[in-house]
């Protein structure tokens, strides 16, 4: 069938066939072209041989060098791990009291600690940890703390959470029903004096006696709260489940109250504290009325 | 394939000569991969041997380029070039520069890993990337105007190819003698001797091709401190990788490639034919006066007959790339003027006058040919495509000095926190928080003030300087070369509407410079 000749212009042969008087040159691949081929092929050798190439049934062949992307992941991983120990160490170390002295490790802290909230935490308070009004998810940002602002508080009410049952030394406060126990009247005037502590509203007798007898002991006389059992502060401009006068009204007849889950155990104590810190930095962290000269750690050796 | 009209008999061609416009044009074949001076000149046709066959081949194998040694003007001006391009590029890396305590003391450093990069007193920063494009925009137009003025001198002179090729052609001189001896050895079986040669004078090859690859990484990290990590075997990977690489690409490139770069893969060759003129000064063989070529015997027997070029072929045997300027300018070509060197050292001799190869424009070629008097270098230099091209290129350069010289070393960035976007306090109070970015250009650490400026009664504080020292002003030290990022807390008291306000910046040194930023406030707005 071929028919090859040679091309008396080009001097090149043709590829022997014809179609309506036209024909292909069978010109000849370029040299440098022909050897990087030939180099394509090798290479593809020596990968075949030394990576995971051929797909099998349930898993490809391993190649001579053991080389696999999961096993790259997991070392790049155990190496950032490594890189962070030095912090978590040094963290594991310090105590809560001492960390805001040490800038640096604060700094490390704070970042972590964002890391952790994003995980663990956004799911309730949100990604900018301004919480929720209408959930009652506090806002951390703030300076209002219903169990206390500085590093170690906080750090106790992440470890126990509040009102968690199983925990003995959760946070825990209870707020009375008062439904059926006023009128309306009664009511109104309880609510006005409530709300006159942070001046929106005029105070009267009947609600300041209501309030002396029913509210004062856990709230006090002005309403300044009582962190010790977790009484919120009444004369103030933040509200935890809103300002208004029927939020407050439902708030004294039925009350809602929060919980927060404990997570001792379920975060290591080096988290822990790192999220402490990044709580404490969101721009409402108390300080430390007042630190002890050595205060205790338990140091967990395998933070 | 055939002409319709061409009703000669097949296999006869047409040698008949057609006259236009006064100049005699034949018919016969000229191969289009033959540059056709006439083209460019229209003054003559090639005086090339009739081609019964045309060779079309795709592929052309390198013929080897053996360059004669020559002495001359140019040749002298080419060792000086590659002496001063070769000095700066290994030299300046171990060039010293003080910058103080915070900042490298390498003159020229690129500091890919902290992101800096250094020239002399001249610091540049990432975002300040412009500088170099403008830099680089003043090398390309800094060639249209050498092109436009003097042809292809880059190609001939400053080329990094042309440099490398020169000094791995004079290396092959050095090891296995002139241009004659080279083509005996090339031609030469493989004997022993010539083995030992040949390796010998590519162990040479790989010795430059190393030492162009070492100096190479020696602009990225500090010189000394990276040859003793270097020879020690603690360097970074890349830096053995780029020296291997560079090492493989001057051996290939300059040692075996050479011209086929030039003529093959350079697209310079290209762009600078398309900004040549008439008027650019270009390597020119004057044929008016050299054609037709006759030995000196004949010219003696002859005398009326010959023109001045002898056919020595001195300046074939001398040209770096392997190519008869007598063709008429060509991408070849690179315009070294070796060949100028070549031919005026045989009109020497042979007493005849300079300048059968000479440096021309075109038009003062045609001029000249015509008798009449050519123009003087200046007047061919000075024109205004060429001064429009110094001024643009001198425009830029001053423009990028302008903004050197007048450029903050510092600077401020705000982001103001979106969520939440505001924070109410305790006592009623208004708090929003921002992130602010503070620039440092200086090689030692600042002291600066960040102020809050239209926002009555603000107070600021920040994540490093507690509530209780809030005022409208802060002061922070910002560390040399860096930026530093100060979260700031600013709190108005109750009832202030949501509004714009600034962040000032000031260093707190003899420069006193500052940086305004114009940021949000917000308010809940009903209340």
């Known amino acids: 069938m071929a028919n090859k000749r040679i091309d008396q212009p080009t001097g090149t042969p043709t590829v022997g066939h014809e179609w309506d008087g036209i024909e292909e040159l069978d010109t000849p691949l370029p040299r440098w072209w022909l050897w990087t081929f030939y180099l394509t092929i090798a290479f593809a050798v020596g990968y075949v041989i030394a990576y995971p190439a051929w797909p099998m049934i349930d898993r490809a062949t391993e190649g001579v060098l053991g080389w696999s992307s999961r096993g790259e992941l997991a070392e790049e991983m155990s190496a950032a791990d490594q890189a962070r ?28 600690g964002a890391a952790a909230f994003r995980v663990n935490c956004v799911q309730c308070h949100g ?54 126990a006023f009128d309306t009247d009664q009511l109104n005037a309880l609510t006005d004096h409530v709300l006159a ?63 927060m889950p404990k997570w001792e155990g379920r975060l290591d104590p080096v988290t822990l504290k790192m999220l402490a810190a990044y709580v404490h930095s969101l721009g409402g962290g108390e300080d430390f009325v007042e630190v002890a000269e050595d205060p205790e750690v338990a140091v967990d050796e395998q933070p | 394939m055939n002409n ?64 004669k040694r020559i002495d001359g003007p140019f040749r002298r001006f080419k060792w000086l070039v590659m002496l001063v391009t070769l000095g700066i590029y290994y030299v300046t890396p171990w060039i010293r520069w003080d910058r103080g305590p915070y900042a490298p003391d390498q003159a020229v450093l690129v500091d890919l890993a902290n992101r800096r990069f250094y020239m002399f007193s001249i610091e540049i920063w990432p975002h300040e990337f412009y500088f170099v494009a403008g830099l680089l925009i003043m090398a390309g137009i800094g060639l249209f105007l050498v092109t436009s003025a003097v042809g292809r001198a880059w190609c001939g002179y400053a080329c990094p190819q042309t440099v490398w090729t020169d000094l791995f052609q004079h290396v092959d ?44 990484i020696m602009y990225f990290a500090d010189a000394p401190t990276l040859v003793q990590n270097f020879w020690r075997g603690e360097a970074a990977s890349v830096a053995y990788i780029t020296v291997a690489v560079l090492t493989l690409t001057t051996v290939t490139l300059g040692g075996f490639m050479r011209e086929q770069v030039c003529i093959y893969m350079c697209p310079w060759p290209r762009i600078q034919t398309a900004m040549m003129d008439e008027k650019s000064l270009l390597v020119t063989y004057k044929d008016w006066r050299g054609e037709p070529r006759g030995s000196v015997k004949k010219a003696a027997k002859n005398p009326d007959r010959f023109g001045d070029c002898i056919d020595c072929t001195q300046c074939v045997q001398v040209c770096p790339t392997g190519i008869d300027i007598r063709e008429g300018p060509q991408i070849g070509c690179i315009t070294c003027g070796l060949c100028i060197d070549a031919c005026d050292r045989v009109m020497d001799d ?40 110094t001024m643009i290129w001198a425009g830029i350069g001053g ?45 030692r650490p600042r ?40 979260r700031a807390y600013v709190a108005v008291p109750v009832g202030t509407a949501p509004q714009q306000f600034e962040f000032r910046v000031t260093s707190l040194d003899e420069q006193r410079e500052t940086d305004v930023v114009e940021t949000r406030f917000d308010a809940p707005e009903d209340e």
């Open chain 1, 85 to 112: 120990a030095t912090v978590r160490e040094q963290l594991a170390r310090i105590p809560i009291e001492r960390l805001p002295e040490d800038g640096p490790l604060m700094q490390q802290a704070v970042a972590g």
């Open chain 1, 127 to 180: 990604s900018g940890a301004a919480g929720s009004q209408e959930l009652g998810y506090p806002n951390l940002n703030d300076d209002d703390w219903l169990w206390g602002g500085d590093l170690k508080a906080i750090e106790y009410t992440l470890a126990h959470g509040i009102r968690q049952a199983g925990d003995d030394e959760t946070r825990s406060s209870v707020m009375p029903p008062f439904a059926g």
């Open chain 1, 197 to 259: 502590f942070s001046g929106k509203a005029e105070s009267n007798p009947v609600g300041a006696q209501i309030y002396a007898d029913n509210c004062a002991a856990c709230h006090g006389i002005r309403g300044e709260g009582d962190r010790a059992q977790g009484a919120p502060t009444l004369n103030d401009a933040i509200w935890l489940r809103g300002s208004s006068r029927e939020a407050i009204k439902q708030q004294i007849l039925n009350p809602r109250m929060g919980m």
């Open chain 2, 4 to 67: 319709p009209e061409d009703n000669r008999p097949p296999g006869e061609r047409d040698w008949s000569v057609v006259v236009e416009d006064g100049i005699a044009k034949s018919n016969q074949p000229v191969s289009g991969a033959i540059a056709d001076p006439a083209a460019t000149t229209r003054r003559h046709e090639p005086h090339e041997p009739a081609r019964e066959h045309l060779p079309e081949r795709l592929y052309e194998p390198r013929k080897a380029v053996h360059n």
């Open chain 2, 173 to 216: 001189r050095f090891v296995d003698g002139d241009r004659n001896a080279r083509i005996r050895l090339d031609a030469a079986p493989w004997t022993w001797s010539k083995v030992a040669r040949r390796a010998f004078k590519w162990s040479i090859y790989l010795f430059i091709g190393f030492w162009t690859g070492g100096a190479w």
């Open chain 2, 350 to 389: 042979i007493g005849r006058p300079r300048g059968l190869i000479d440096y021309a424009t075109l038009e003062d070629c045609e001029r000249e040919a015509a008798g009449e008097a050519v123009k003087s270098p200046w007047r061919t230099l000075l024109r205004p495509r060429t001064i429009a091209y």
């Open chain 2, 399 to 443: 423009a990028l000095l302008f903004a050197l010289g007048t450029r903050s070393h510092t600077e401020l960035t705000v982001a103001p926190d979106r969520n939440p976007p505001f924070m109410l306090m305790s006592d009623g109070s208004v708090r929003n928080s921002y992130t602010l970015k503070i620039r440092n250009m200086e090689s």
């Open chain 2, 447 to 486: 002291a600066m003030e960040i102020a809050v400026e239209g926002l009555p009664g603000a107070l600021m504080w920040t994540d490093t300087i507690n509530r209780d020292e809030a005022s409208a002003t802060q002061r922070v030290t910002v560390p040399a070369d860096l930026v530093r990022a100060v």
